[in-house]
């Protein structure tokens, strides 16, 4: 059985030391027949650094690595110069330490190639290495974090802007040295706009949002389905379900990412870690930089409503530099937010992508604009669970209480739609599969919580009875949908604004 390759981006330490691989070079064989510079963004940990590698080993000829894939009989195995730049390994948290990084990366790069380098300014030194290396033949140039040293001062504008000036400097050799050039490759996590880094590469080709290239990171329903067969039958029977079932628990845990609207993939870390531990986790939200998103939360004030059900054109992606855009343009690109469909008007649906994401980034959400720590959620996800297992919805409304209270004085609003989002997200962090403001027949919901067979409708009304907020929900119908498929309960609650908390609610089942 093939291992899992976790942590593991180098392209010929898979192949030869027995590791799985995912066949992408189908991708990789359009995209270098495109024949310009290419762009594409992914959230972190989706396989970028492996596809770089794999341009790199198939760019150095090294054709019996490539034995098994789409690529080998179609490919010409031929060596090329290689620059590999990868901006993990500059220094941004100085000007002048960036530049001198910067330097020393193409220098590194020149030394593999016994290259002396005259130039010291990282940008002459770029274009010197060029200029040298197509002695030998076309150069091929692969940039891995493009824009990492803005994105690591996202918080600070004003060096983030003196960072992106610094790149589209150095980036302006990928255009000007372009008869010397076969093949540039560029990947990220966000796109900069074409005012930006990419004015002086007006020739780049982003695919990060194309139909064709919409499954070439991450993992397909098949792929999984089909590679990791014999991981699937082992973890099926150590967490004691049935295939049917494991599958569907995977699928709602680490599914749900989109690049495209209409193509869905799984988080390709979480599923190599889900398989080690064999064990549910929140492996890819943990791995990342919650400290790097907590500061960018905070005091942006930032809602359930302003993240999910609403939609985002194309256009938005292009028009403002990542630190002045809306934080859901951000969350988007970083993987914390994903495309779930395209409406009428051919604008993207957005939401959570799964259970994973939408869990850890709640729990972040309480902690930056409640000031709730993780230390007051500690058993809330077993107190939650039991509670909805057992329908005892008095415990449920007793725990959400108790979270409420947690919330310091001056942190509280006045504001129904206050509410709304604190008890969403208080259930969202909790690991329940909690929806907000459903479209029905008549309108929308406050809160659709799905547990097992059960389905509890809630509506909150601020300084009214429950009674009025179960008037309302059986009015509008918004528990007509799902009369057929689950055990029904409707949830009316009434908040008191002196009291900054719940105050009455009433059960009734359907």
């Not at 594409?40 to 034995?67: H, I």
């Not at 992106?164 to 966000?190: A, E, H, P, W």
């Not at 943990?286 to 905070?298: A, D, N």
């Not at 027949?441 to 547990?451: C, H, P, Q, T, W």
């Amino acid at each position: 059985m093939k291992k899992l390759p976790i942590g593991i981006d180098d392209f010929k330490k898979i192949i030869t030391e027995n590791y799985l691989y995912i066949d992408k070079t189908k991708y990789i064989y359009d995209l270098v027949d495109l024949g310009v510079p290419t762009f594409l963004s992914r959230p972190r940990r989706f396989g970028k650094s492996l596809t770089l590698s794999t341009l790199y080993y198939l760019f150095k000829g090294e054709k019996e690595l490539f034995k098994d894939t789409f690529i080998y009989d179609k490919w010409e195995f031929k060596e090329y110069p290689i620059i590999r730049i990868n901006l993990l390994d500059a220094v941004y948290d100085d000007i002048d330490r960036f530049k001198k990084s910067l330097t020393n990366i193409i220098r590194e790069n020149a030394i593999n190639y016994g290259i002396d380098l005259v130039e010291d300014d990282y940008k002459f030194a770029f274009s010197e290495l060029v200029l040298k290396l197509s002695k030998r033949d076309k150069v091929v140039v692969l940039i891995d974090e493009y824009e990492r040293p803005v994105l690591h001062n996202i918080n600070n504008k004003r060096v983030a802007e003196k960072m992106r000036d610094i790149l589209q400097d150095f980036y302006v050799i990928v255009k000007s040295k372009g008869q010397f050039i076969k093949f540039v490759f560029m990947t990220g996590i966000t796109k900069f706009t074409k005012m930006g880094v990419f004015s002086s590469l007006n020739n780049l080709r982003d695919i990060s949002i194309s139909k064709q290239y919409s499954q070439m990171f991450g993992y397909t329903q098949q792929e999984l389905e089909i590679h990791f067969n014999n991981y699937i039958e082992m973890t099926k029977d150590v967490l004691n379900l049935s295939r049917v079932d494991l599958l569907k628990k995977i699928k709602k845990y680490y599914n749900g990412f989109s690049f495209d609207g209409e193509q869905f993939v799984y988080n390709p870390y979480s599923v190599l870690n889900f398989f080690s531990e064999k064990k549910f986790s929140n492996y890819w939200f943990e791995s990342g930089s919650p400290t790097f998103l907590y500061e960018y939360i905070k005091g942006k004030d930032i809602t359930y409503d302003e993240l999910t059900k609403v939609t985002v054109s194309e256009l938005d992606f292009s028009t403002r530099e990542i630190e002045n855009a809306r934080p859901r343009i951000f969350f988007i690109q970083s993987g914390y937010l994903t495309f779930k469909g395209i409406d009428k008007y051919n604008k993207y649906i957005i939401d959570y992508p799964n259970l994973e994401v939408k869990n850890s980034f709640s729990k972040l959400l309480l902690e930056a604009n409640y000031d709730i720590r993780e230390d007051i959620l500690n058993n809330s996800e077993a107190i939650f669970k039991n509670a909805f297992f057992e329908n005892n919805i008095d415990n449920v409304i007793d725990e959400i209480k108790r979270i409420i209270a947690s919330v310091p004085y001056n942190l509280h609003k006045k504001e129904e739609s206050y509410y709304h989002s604190l008890i969403y997200t208080i259930l969202a962090a909790s690991g329940l599969n909690v929806r907000a403001e459903e479209l029905s027949f008549n309108g929308r919901s406050d809160l659709i919580v799905e547990f097992d067979n059960f389905l509890y409708v809630i509506e909150l009304k601020k300084d009214k009875s429950p009674d009025f907020a179960l008037e309302q929900i059986k009015e509008k119908g918004y528990y007509k949908p799902y009369v057929d498929k689950y055990d029904i309960y409707l949830i009316g609650i009434n908040i008191n604004s002196d009291k900054k908390n719940i105050e009455s609610f009433k059960v009734e089942k359907i």
